[in-house]
C-alpha cells in the first residue's frame, strides 16, 4: 500500500516537473525573439555614445548567439516525445541558458557603458523591462526566476556603486527597491502558476482514470462471458451485451426495448419471476438465482441471476442492473448426478433387500438340513458310516449357515440396520469366551493356543460384536496356520485412552499386494482354495470396528506369519465394567429334560417340513405337544384348553405369529409364555416380538441345545 502511494507520488512530481519543463520551453521561444528586438534597439540606441564601441558589439553578438542557442533548444525539446522530455539534462540546460542570459543582460552595464547618465538610466530601463518580460516565461520556477535575476540585476548595480556618478545611488535605491519586489511578485505568480500546474494535472489525471474506468467497462462488458442486462422498471431492456446475444439468441438491436420477462422467460415461469420482482422492488438483490430462460429459438436454458436494483439519491429505482450466466450444462450435469445417485442406491437397496430376502429364504430349508441332521446324530441306529455321513451333511450345513448370517451381517450394515450398543467390555470376558469356543478348532489343527487371561483392561465396544470380531480373527488364525503353529491373543496399551488387541499366528502369512486386499468382501485371497470359508469375515470386521469407533489393521510376513490388530478406545480398572462372564455361552446340551416333560405345549407353524422338524425335535428333547398349522387354528385350539408355552412361527396366513400373540395379550392371558420361532434374524425382529407380546425369540435354524435351553427358561419360571 505504501509501496503503491510513494509510487504515485513520485509519477505525480515527475508530472509537474514535466509539465514546467514544457512551459519554460515553451516561453523560451518568444522571449528570445522579444530579447533579440530589444538587444538590438539597445544597440542601435547606444552606438555612438558609449565609451567603448567594440565592447557593445561584443555585446550584441554574445546575447544574440546566447539567445539563438536557447531558441534552437527549446526547438529540439518541442520536438522530442514525452519521455525524452522527462531527461533531467534538458531542466539543466533551461537553467544555465537562462543564467547565461541573465548574465549577457547584466553585462550590458559593464560593455554598454557611457558617461551619459540618461543613458545609464535608459540601460536600466531597459533591464527592468527584461527582468518583467521573463516573469512571464520563468513564473513556472521560482529558481530559474532568481538565476536569471542575481547575475541580470546585481551586475548593473555594482557598475553604479563602482562608478559613483550623481545619480548612481539614487538609480541603484530605485533599482534595488524594484528588483526586491520583482522578486516577491514573482514568488506569488511562481506558487498560484504551481497550483495551477497541480490542479491542472489532477484534473488530467483524474479525466484519464475516468476515460481509463470507461473504456475497461466497456471491454468488460462486450467481452466477459457474463450476459449483463439492464431494464428499467417498465421492464423494458436498456443493455444488452455480447455475451447475452450469445446465450439468447437475441442481438443487441433486437433485444433493446422489448420487455425483458416476454423476451427470455418462459410462460410458466412468470410466478418464479414475480416474486422476484417483488423482492426487486423492496430495494433487494437477487444472487445466484438459478431460473429457467429461453433462447430465441424457443430452447430451455438455465441461467444463473445476480439482479441488482439501481436507485438514485431520493431512493427511487431507476433500473435494475442484472448479470445472468449460462449454467445449462452444469444444472444438466446436477441432474444427472442426482439422478445416477439416486440410481445407485436404488441398487444398492435392491442389492441389500436380496441379500436380507435370500439369507430369510435360505434360513427355512437350512433349518430342515441342520435340524434333521441334528436329530439323526442323536439315532443309535445309524452304521458308523451313515453317522459320518451326517456329520458331513451338518458341517456344510453351519458353513452354509455361516455365510448366510453373514450376508445378513453384511445387509445390515450396509442398510445402517446395526446399531452397536457401547459398553464397558472387560477383555478378560471376551478372551475367555473366544478361547472356550475356538479351543477345539485349535485342538483339532494341532495349533497351540495362548491367550492372556489375567488383566483388568477394558474397551468401549459392544460385546457381541467385539467378540464375534475377535472369534472370526482368532478362527482365521487357526485356519490359516500350519501344522504345529501357534496362535496368540494378547493386548497393549497403545495409548492411555487407547487398547489395541492382537491376534498373532505363526501361519504361512499374507503378501504385500493381498494385504491390500484383505478387507474387501468376498475375498478369499489365493491362498485358501482349500480352506473353508466365506471371504467375507474380515470385510464385516472392518466394518463393525469402524462402527465402534475403533481401528482395524493387519501386518504380515510370508512364511512367518501375521498379526491382525484392534484398536478401540479403553483403559485398565474400570469398576462400572459389565460382566458378561456369565452370559451363557455355547449349550452343552444333554438331551434329558430337567424339567417336568408332561407339559402341554403349543406349536403354530404353517410349513409342513419345518412342523415334522419342531415336533421331532421336541420330541427328542422329551416334550409332547400339539400342533396348529396358523395362528387362527392355534386361538381356536386355546379356547379349548390350557396349554403351558406356546412356540409360533411368524410368518403364517390368515393369522401371523405377532397377531396371534397381540390377541391372546388382548384377552388377558399374560402368564402363557410366548416363543417366536422366525426366519427373520435382524436385530429389530425380536424387539418386534417382545412389542407384540412375546416373551422371547429364536431364529432358525433350531438347534436342539438352544431349544432346550429355551424352553427350561420359561417352563420352570
Ligand atoms: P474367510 O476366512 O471366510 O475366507 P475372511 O474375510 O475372514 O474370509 O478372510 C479373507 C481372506 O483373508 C481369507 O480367505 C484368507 O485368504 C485371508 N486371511 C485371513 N486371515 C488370515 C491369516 N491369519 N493368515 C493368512 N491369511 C488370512
Known amino acids: 500500500m505504501d509501496m503503491d502511494n510513494t509510487q504515485a507520488k513520485e509519477q505525480f512530481n515527475q508530472q509537474i516537473r514535466l509539465e514546467e519543463t514544457r512551459l519554460l520551453y515553451a516561453g523560451t521561444a518568444f522571449s528570445c525573439a522579444a530579447s533579440a528586438i530589444i538587444a538590438l534597439t539597445i544597440y ?86 527584461v527582468i518583467v518580460s521573463s516573469f512571464s516565461t520563468l513564473s513556472c520556477r521560482w529558481d530559474a526566476m532568481v538565476i536569471f535575476l542575481v547575475p541580470c540585476s546585481l551586475l548593473p548595480a555594482l557598475k553604479l556603486i563602482i562608478d559613483k556618478q550623481d545619480f548612481s545611488y539614487t538609480i ?12 516577491l511578485a514573482s514568488k506569488r505568480i511562481f506558487n498560484s502558476t504551481q497550483q495551477k500546474i497541480r490542479l491542472r494535472i489532477e484534473a488530467d489525471n483524474r479525466e484519464q482514470a475516468i476515460e481509463l474506468m470507461h473504456q475497461k467497462q466497456a471491454l468488460h462488458l462486450q467481452n466477459t462471458p457474463l450476459a449483463i442486462i439492464e431494464f428499467d422498471i417498465y421492464l423494458n431492456i ?14 443487441r438491436d433486437e433485444a433493446l426495448g422489448e ?47 445476480f439482479v441488482t436494483p439501481l436507485t438514485d439519491n431520493k431512493n427511487n429505482i431507476i433500473c435494475i442492473a442484472s448479470m445472468a450466466l449460462d449454467i445449462t450444462d452444469k444444472k444438466y450435469n446436477e441432474l444427472a448426478i442426482i439422478k445416477s445417485k439416486e440410481e445407485a442406491e436404488k441398487a444398492s437397496q435392491a442389492k441389500s433387500d436380496f441379500l436380507s430376502s435370500m439369507s430369510h429364504e435360505l434360513r427355512t430349508p437350512l433349518n430342515a438340513i441342520l435340524g434333521f441332521t441334528q436329530l439323526l446324530t442323536y439315532e443309535k441306529m445309524l452304521t458308523d458310516k451313515q453317522q459320518s455321513h451326517v456329520s458331513e451333511i451338518r458341517s456344510a450345513g453351519n458353513l452354509l449357515l455361516e455365510l448366510v448370517n453373514q450376508i445378513l451381517d453384511l445387509a445390515s450394515i450396509e442398510k445402517g440396520h ?43 465396544a459392544d460385546y457381541t460384536r467385539l467378540k464375534q470380531v475377535v472369534l472370526n480373527l482368532l478362527s482365521n488364525a487357526i485356519k490359516y496356520n500350519v501344522e504345529g503353529g501357534s496362535v496368540c491373543l494378547k493386548f497393549l496399551q497403545k495409548e492411555n485412552t487407547v487398547m489395541r488387541i492382537c491376534i498373532i499366528d ?76 456369565d452370559k451363557p455361552g455355547l449349550p452343552n446340551a444333554s438331551l434329558i429334560p430337567s424339567v417336568s416333560s408332561n407339559l402341554n405345549i403349543l406349536v403354530a407353524e404353517d410349513n409342513s417340513t419345518n412342523q415334522t422338524l419342531i415336533l421331532n425335535q421336541l420330541k427328542a428333547l422329551g416334550y409332547t405337544a400339539e400342533l396348529a398349522i396358523n395362528g387362527h387354528q392355534a386361538l381356536n385350539r386355546m379356547l379349548d384348553k390350557n396349554y403351558d408355552l406356546l412356540l409360533t412361527d411368524c410368518n403364517m396366513p390368515l393369522v401371523d405369529g405377532y397377531r396371534l400373540a397381540r390377541t391372546i395379550r388382548q384377552k388377558g392371558n399374560n402368564n402363557l409364555p410366548i416363543i417366536a420361532l422366525t426366519a427373520d434374524a435382524f436385530p429389530e425382529t425380536k424387539s418386534k416380538c417382545i412389542k407384540a407380546g412375546m416373551n422371547d425369540q429364536m431364529t432358525k435354524p433350531i438347534d436342539l441345545a438352544t431349544l432346550k435351553n429355551m424352553l427350561e427358561k420359561y417352563l420352570t419360571e
Open 44 to 129: 542601435f540606441i547606444l552606438t555612438g555614445h558609449v565609451i567603448t564601441e567594440n565592447n557593445l558589439g561584443i555585446w550584441l553578438f554574445t546575447i544574440l548567439s546566447v539567445l539563438l542557442i536557447r531558441s534552437i533548444d527549446s526547438y529540439r525539446f518541442s520536438v522530442l516525445n514525452k519521455q525524452a522530455q522527462l531527461d533531467s539534462r534538458w531542466r539543466t540546460r533551461f537553467f544555465i541558458g537562462t543564467g547565461i542570459t541573465g548574465f549577457c543582460w547584466g553585462l550590458l552595464a559593464w560593455l554598454g557603458y557611457s558617461n551619459n547618465v540618461e543613458h545609464i538610466a535608459f540601460i536600466i530601463i531597459c533591464e527592468l523591462f
Open 418 to 460: 446395526l446399531q452397536p450398543s457401547m459398553e464397558q467390555v472387560k477383555l478378560l470376558n471376551i478372551f475367555r469366551e473366544c478361547r472356550s469356543i475356538v479351543s477345539p478348532l485349535a485342538n483339532q489343527n494341532n495349533i497351540s493356543l495362548d491367550v492372556i487371561t489375567d488383566t483388568s483392561a477394558y474397551v468401549i
Open 506 to 581: 505363526t501361519g504361512k502369512g499374507i503378501s504385500e499386494e493381498l494385504l491390500q486386499k484383505i478387507f474387501q468382501p468376498f475375498n478369499r485371497l489365493d491362498a485358501a482354495c482349500n480352506i473353508e470359508g466365506t471371504g467375507i469375515g474380515l470385510s464385516i470386521s472392518k466394518q463393525l470396528v469402524e462402527m465402534m469407533n475403533g481401528k482395524i489393521g493387519v501386518t504380515s510376513k510370508i512364511n512367518e506369519g501375521s498379526n491382525f490388530w484392534i484398536e478401540l478406545p479403553g483403559g485398565f480398572d474400570a469398576s462400572t465394567t459389565i460382566d458378561h462372564q
Open 238 to 251: 436498456t443493455e444488452w451485451n455480447k455475451a447475452a446475444e450469445k446465450i439468447f439468441g437475441y442481438t
Open 259 to 305: 420487455n425483458i420477462i416476454r423476451l427470455i422467460l418462459p410462460r410458466d415461469s412468470s410466478d418464479e419471476a414475480e416474486k422476484l420482482w417483488q423482492r426487486l422492488l423492496n430495494h433487494e438483490a437477487v444472487t445466484g438465482a438459478a431460473i429457467e430462460n429461453k433462447t430465441k429459438s424457443g430452447s430451455p436454458i438455465y441461467c444463473e441471476w
Open 172 to 183: 541603484f535605491l530605485v533599482f534595488f527597491v524594484f528588483i526586491f519586489f520583482s522578486l
